[in-house]
């Protein structure tokens, strides 16, 4: 799946519903875990990484072992910090969407390009039922 979103939360709900069934024969745990995943990120992108003009252009892909869905932003400047260790427990007054994230997918890069902010989440396939974190 590859789309163009316009830059607005009332768009998100259709975003939701196409990378959904972009995951059709994913285990459930792991389509919604990209699910929610996609949207922090989508969300964040929409409200602070792009300008009312500029789309969000999101990709979701599945292979046999992962699903790797990625979103740019079209925002004149990078996220301004990350938080210290998205993989520990501790949670500060920022940086919660990354905590996040942290929890629902193995991997989540983020990227400074022109003429945004790109953010790619892996999350591996196992069998239904299985953790695979």
Do not use: F
């Not at 072992?65 to 932003?73: G, T």
């Amino acid at each position: 799946m590859e789309v163009s979103v316009p830059a607005s939360p009332s768009r998100l709900a259709g975003l939701r519903r196409a990378a959904r069934a972009c995951l059709r024969g994913v285990s459930d745990e792991v389509a919604d875990d990209v699910v929610l995943a996609l949207n922090e990120v989508a969300t964040n992108a929409v409200l602070y990484g792009s300008s009312g003009e500029q789309p969000i252009q999101v990709v979701v892909h599945v292979d046999d072992e992962w699903v790797e869905a990625s979103v740019l932003d079209h925002g004149l400047q990078p996220p301004s910090g990350l938080p210290a260790d998205p993989d520990t427990d501790e949670v500060g007054a920022g940086g919660r969407g990354l905590w996040l994230l942290g929890r629902l997918v193995d991997e989540v890069r983020l990227e400074c390009v022109r003429p945004g902010t790109r953010v790619t989440l892996r999350r591996a396939i196992g069998p239904a039922g299985t953790l695979t974190r």
